[in-house]
Structures are given as structure tokens and as C-alpha cells.
């Protein structure tokens, strides 16, 4: 499995955009990088998936540039309630009972 | 998407002594995985359990200490045996999404303390 790498903490301020960068250098071709959040006394939750390119959905951007060696997450106009860890996560996508490996996590800050 | 329940959401337990954590699923699912979160860190993956087989052990856990049952294909039981300080730790609970995805599911963990 991948490994991947992202800074261990960011801080922002509300209304803020924040874009939190994951290494993840010996991709495979199958693999699919996805994004899960963290709050306090709670499993992770997902949050966005992506192959390659950019991915929208409700809650945040997925950037993926063409050798695919790193993604970017961007969350628009943050909020306090989006202090929470952020995981970055790559593994063969399509499901198959594929196991997920947390790396450290980005644990994010966001103040008034 | 998957709910899933988690019982005990949280317990103090003196050394020495065992704690089954039980993880409920509101559908069937063919995979259930278990992974540990020590205080500040990331999740590790403890192992991952089959309805009908034997579960399947990480790399520096073993079934003596971490017994896992799967009765059916909705419900699944972590035991902590033996327990010490260094087990108190959050143990979650997660499915696969059933559509194939490779998106998982946590339960909210059980948060276990040992004294």
C-alpha cells in the first residue's frame, strides 16, 4: 500500500479556503486516493475520492495532478466545525474488501 | 452507507481483566475490520473479520490478546485480553461500503481506560 505523507497540522481562520497537500510518491496505477475527517470521540467520516483530475462534491475539492504523486483537499470557506484531524488515504479503489492504512493525519485548526 | 453501533462507548478496566466490545452493522456485510487509535495517534488496523473464517491478524496483533468472533454476517465481537495501561485506547469498529466503493464506515469507537 502507498505510503503517504501531509503536514502534521494547519491552522486557519473561518471563511477561510484551506487546502491540505498528501505525498504519496509510489501510487499505483488501481489506486484511488480518498479523504476522511476526524472529529473528537468520533470514527472518521469520508469525505471526497478521486482517481485523477478534480473532484466536487457538497463538501470539499479533490485536486489531482497528472503524475498523480500527490492530491490536494480544499475545503472552501471553513468554519469552526471543520477542526478536525484529515486523513489522507490511498488504496485500489472498487472496494473487494480492500484495507485502508491511516497515515498521521492533518490535524486542522480553524479559528474566529 | 452503513450504521453501526458500538457497545461499550466507553469503560474503565482494571489490569488484568478482559473486555469484549461488541459492533452491530444494520445490514450484511462479507468484511468487518477493527482498528486501534492510542491517544493522539492515527487509526491502526488490528485485524479484519469474515463471517465463517478465522480472522485475519496484523502485524503485531495476535488472537491470544485480541479474540474476534463473527457469528453472522451483522455482528462482531473484540475481546481485550488480559488488559494493561497500554491498551486504553479507542477501538472502532468499520465496514466496507456495500456498493463497492472502497469507501468504509466507522462506528463511533469504544473508548476503553485501564488502570
Known amino acids: 500500500l502507498a505510503k503517504t505523507t501531509q503536514p502534521i497540522s494547519m491552522d486557519s481562520y473561518e471563511g477561510q479556503e484551506v487546502n491540505i497537500t498528501c505525498s504519496h510518491n509510489?501510487?499505483?496505477?488501481?489506486?484511488?486516493i480518498t479523504w476522511y475527517q476526524q472529529f473528537p470521540s468520533q470514527g472518521p467520516r469520508f469525505i471526497i475520492q478521486?482517481?485523477?483530475t478534480k473532484v466536487t462534491n457538497e463538501v470539499a475539492s479533490l485536486f489531482i495532478p497528472a503524475d498523480r504523486k500527490s492530491s490536494t483537499l480544499s475545503l472552501p470557506r471553513v468554519s469552526l466545525s471543520d477542526t478536525a484531524v484529515y486523513y489522507c488515504?490511498?488504496?485500489?479503489?472498487?472496494?473487494?474488501?480492500?484495507?485502508?492504512?491511516f497515515g498521521t493525519g492533518t490535524q486542522l485548526k480553524v479559528e474566529l | 452507507s452503513a450504521v453501526i453501533s458500538q457497545k461499550p462507548s466507553r469503560d474503565i478496566c482494571q489490569r488484568g481483566t478482559s473486555l469484549t466490545i461488541q459492533c452491530q452493522v444494520d445490514?450484511?456485510?462479507?468484511?468487518m475490520f477493527w482498528y486501534r487509535q492510542q491517544p493522539g495517534q492515527s487509526l491502526t488496523l488490528i485485524a479484519t473479520?469474515?463471517?465463517?473464517?478465522?480472522?485475519?491478524?496484523e502485524s503485531g496483533f495476535v488472537i491470544d490478546k485480541f479474540p474476534i468472533s463473527r457469528p453472522n454476517l451483522t455482528f462482531s465481537t473484540l475481546t481485550v485480553s488480559n488488559m494493561s495501561p497500554e491498551d486504553s485506547s479507542i477501538y472502532l469498529c468499520?465496514?466496507?461500503?456495500?456498493?463497492?466503493?472502497?469507501?468504509?464506515?466507522f462506528g463511533e469507537g469504544s473508548r476503553l481506560t485501564v488502570l
Open positions: 468499520s465496514v466496507e461500503d456495500l456498493g463497492n466503493t472502497g469507501e468504509l464506515f
Open positions: 509510489n501510487i499505483a496505477t488501481n489506486d484511488y
Open positions: 478521486g482517481y485523477k
Open positions: 488515504l490511498v488504496a485500489p479503489g472498487g472496494g473487494g474488501g480492500n484495507k485502508l492504512t
Open positions: 445490514s450484511q456485510v462479507t468484511m
Open positions: 473479520a469474515n463471517q465463517g473464517s478465522e480472522a485475519t491478524y
